[in-house]
């Protein structure tokens, strides 16, 4: 089958496009035939093997696990003999080991069905990001309805999941992001906009009931000044370093926590079922749709990667296999900014 390999951690260039052999599926395992796969931040970490921290798991000088990519959706073509929720033909989306692939195997508790209202692209660009955000603001952040809820870093790929599920239970969100974000971070459902590159959010007297940080741009100090008493503040990444960023500010943030009234820490997501059905069903309901900025061939994987390290993605990237657009008859416009 193709696929991307990288048998070293570099820049995008380490990614090579080629055959390798078609994975089987363990007992409890499920094969993916994938039509589409998004990328994460997570996946250029892996690429670059940084912070170097993540080395212990992912291999000390060359990765262990030579393929690259999780979120996936496609149909389901064999399943383990463990396997009890899914069979041949379902149309699924997850956590799929090596998702950059024509084929790609999950473990049956990191899939859900597809919410049937949207493309394989969209469903791909889900698992990561809108989980984050789901468990970010609801096991985390404790999220009411009627709080105000800040989210920085409102137009990517966490991001733009965030402003809807925020919305979704009711919070008063505002958004931060930069000019060119405005309209459609208001269009997802954001009450109120901060165009970070007129405003600093953490110089407003506005006060805030949970703020989800997907930047780390300000200080821990900054950030809690405008939470109120028993605000909440999680942060989900910051900015990346070679070693161990961010794991400082994490550790500050948890040290903070215990001296102030407001409650800080970072949130690590992990991808499951039960979450993954909870967000189809919002995607079913139309509360949550999933934006996607640009799409790229399975050949094209290193540019879709070199283009999310720019750090200015607008919702998700995905990656759309070659059978899927021969199924739409659709010739790729590559590197194409599209919307919703
Ligand atoms: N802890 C976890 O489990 C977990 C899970 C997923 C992701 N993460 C981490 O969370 C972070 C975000 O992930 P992502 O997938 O959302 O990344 P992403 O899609 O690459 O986010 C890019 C977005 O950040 C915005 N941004 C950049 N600088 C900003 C600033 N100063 N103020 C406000 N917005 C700014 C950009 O908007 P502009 O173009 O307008 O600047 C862009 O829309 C990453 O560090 C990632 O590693 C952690």
């Known amino acids: ?22 994975p089987a599926a363990g007992d409890n395992e499920v094969l993916v035939k994938v039509h589409a796969a998004s990328v994460n931040p997570l996946d250029w970490h892996f690429m670059r093997g940084t912070p170097y921290v993540m080395r212990i798991g992912s291999g000390l000088r060359q990765p262990k696990d030579t393929r690259l990519g999780v979120d996936a959706a496609g149909q389901v073509e064999v399943v383990g003999r463990n396997v009890t929720q899914f069979k041949s033909g379902d149309e699924v989306f997850g956590l799929c080991q090596g998702a950059f692939a024509e084929y790609a195997c999950a473990p049956e508790r990191k899939l859900a069905m597809k919410p049937d209202n949207v493309t394989f692209e969209q469903a791909a660009s889900v698992p990561v ?15 009411q309805a009627g709080q105000k809820v800040l989210i920085n870093g409102a137009s990517g790929g966490v991001g733009t999941f965030a402003v809807q599920i925020a919305g979704s239970f009711g919070a008063d969100v505002t958004a931060v992001c930069s000019t060119r974000n405005v309209d459609m971070v208001r269009s997802i459902g954001a009450d109120q906009v901060i165009d970070y590159t007129h405003e600093d959010f953490t110089k407003s007297r506005q006060r805030y009931d949970l703020i989800l940080d997907t930047v780390g741009n300000h200080s821990l100090l ?92 607008r919702g998700k990237v995905v990656i759309t296999m070659e059978s899927e657009l021969a199924k739409k008859h659709i010739s790729m416009p590559t590197a194409e900014s599209s919307d919703r």
């Open 1 to 22: 089958m193709k696929a991307i390999a990288y048998h070293n951690y570099g820049s995008p260039d380490v990614l090579k496009y080629g055959e390798i052999e078609k």
């Open 222 to 313: 900054e950030c809690r000044r405008v939470l109120n008493p028993k605000g909440k503040y999680i942060m989900i990444g910051g900015p990346a370093g070679r070693w161990i960023d961010p794991l400082p500010r994490a550790i500050n943030a948890l040290m903070l926590s215990r001296f102030v009234s407001q409650d800080m820490g970072m949130l690590m997501a992990k991808v499951n079922k039960d979450d993954l059905t909870i967000l189809r069903d919002l995607i079913q309901a139309g509360k949550v749709t999933p934006v996607i900025d640009r799409r790229y061939t399975l050949v094209e994987a290193p540019a879709a990667i070199r283009y999310l390290e720019e750090g200015h993605a």
């Open 129 to 143: 990001a809108a989980i984050t955000a789901l468990q970010s603001l609801r096991d985390k952040g404790k999220i």
